[in-house]
DNA sequence: TGTTAATCGAGACGGTACGTCGGGTCTTGCC
DNA sequence: GGCAAGACCCGACGTACCGTCTCGATTAACA
């Protein structure tokens, strides 16, 4: 599916947000196509017939581009309801695998250019913060259901929640069974049985 | 501190493992003295007097170089026994934090390459569940001290806490409290204290 | 003597002569101060300031780039006209062997690399025929002057003349005596004396 | 075709004919079936189960090994004796330009090398000045026969025939008319028909 | 109704690095 | 000593990608 042949124009003196979207649109378009390596700013740019000028009019620079894709395809961060922790971390987890699958490998892009890009890497601390914060009306709720130790941290569980997606990105094991990772994670800070 | 002016020869048709040895011992020199931008192909071997074929002859590409750079630099995967896991999980996660503060831009440099290198994803994968596998000893001491809860999957222990290591190199917390880490990381795990 | 400091920029979506005449500029430099080894096409971008990518933007491959310097270097190709062929003739030897002399090598350079690089062949045939070319309108004088025989072949004349320049300066003999060759080379044409 | 498996040994302590008789006809083999790119060192060596410090024993450098397999290739320089000298110079240029469509274009290579390796200037000016001498006889027979004009200079003439075939080489017009050719070099030169 | 100011497409440009290629030298171990 | 094998140094080549720059066309708001 090649772009239409038309292309935007200026709008006057002020930005035309049909060029922003485009730009993402083909954005998602090469990264399905042609993987990790066709995300490259000239690729892109052609793809959206935009010009790289403008692509830097919005985004300081590719980490930046590619965390705004990130994030508009991710879509909401909605973390399930099931009435079971373990339910809810796992159905998350595959979840956001299946996305990952996809276009996940643009996450771990995202990760290592924080490396050696300062910009990209404060976007994406802001980013992590907002996901771990997400889980803690989850965490809060299970707790309500005394499904979490008396003594659970539930920062410190929700970090863990997300290190092991990460990990498990990273580490290209997308293929992992969610519900056997969510049980692993969770299994210590769960209560006890009463026998 | 520039390297000596002799220069390594063939020693015939085999090998010469100097030759690697010097690439690695100029690539740490120029990582100390020019960082991460420093550790180009062509500044290594420079540096080492050697070839860039030579370089990629022993490693197929620089990923690979970095990795086998990583690896050496890092050193034994020592685990401490202190008797305690908390106290060994703390000390490895302080000295791994504290290498980790040098030339852990490397090793997320790694990590990133992996991510559109084949050769580089396996060789990380590779060292991944070494270092988890180096973990095992250490938790099935805990094991037998009674440290862990009944029920604890040593592996899923293990992966955690290398998880959550790199989780914090990734996401630029190697100032965080390696003790505070660790306890979090452990507490659910642990047995708990009888009354 | 070092490339001025001013970098010349972009001026639009469109090939900026200044650019490439700075190459040409550099690398007629590189070729007066360091000879034909200097010529390489890291060291021309770097003495003008031009990025290798800018290079091969102007010329697909370094023969081209070399027959342009070549062609640039050579000046106009003024044929004499002193009212003798022989003189005339003689003194583009002596001109065309004096250039030859500094930046001749130059042009070995080229036909070796038109052996083996298409491109720069096809400039070279070019460059050959034009060559031919310049000589028919001197030819045609000395026709008019009665100096050359009536069966007189002029393109076969032209091609001999150039083909002779060529042979000499193939085999290092630039140092012969031009007056001596054309003498040679165009003896058999002449019109007999008649008695 | 690909060459035996079979490797040749040492004869003891002195060269074995055998050798350089087999990395001629590697050599030959490859260019026939790469063309003049596939000459490299590397790969004659490889072809002809060689070692290139015994390539580099027999001839100092690539261009010698190549003129050896340009004088070896070309045979015996048997100058044809018909009677007539446009016919005898006619049948060499067919003779030769047949022979350089296979591999002239090694000449041509050589040539090249000869622009920057003096050895292989040398043994190329040698190569000329036995290629015009063996005009020489032929051209005597001729004079003789008073084909000539009285005022002919041989060895000019000698000089002439060989330039053009070079410069016809090295213009890649092998597929010209040989006869023609051979008819216009050679036209100015006959004794002009008596009417 | 012109003038201003900004967006936008186009693509040349500088810079930096990568991986590859080819020539020629060297060392080992076998004969 | 010749020889196969192949590691090694050196130097160069062509390519890729990022981010910056300059043009000229376009359009809306303002004069």
Redesign the interface.
Known sequence: MSRPAVSRRSIGARPNPETSDAILDAAADLLRRKG??GLTTDAIAREARASKTTLYRWWPNRGALLLALYVRAKGGSTREDTGSLVEDVARTYARVFGAWQNEG?LF??I??????DDGV?EA??AF?KERVADWLPVLRRAEKRREL?D???LE??A??I???A??YL???RLDADPFVLAA??L???LR?QDS
Request: glycine share 0%; aromatic share 8%; proline share 3%.
């Open positions: 990790l390596r490998r771990s892009l990760i290592a250019e924080a490396q050696h890497a994406l601390t992590r130790a003594d659970a941290d410190v569980l970090e863990s997300v290190a092991h990460w990990f990273l580490t290209k692993n994670v299994h210590p800070w006890k």
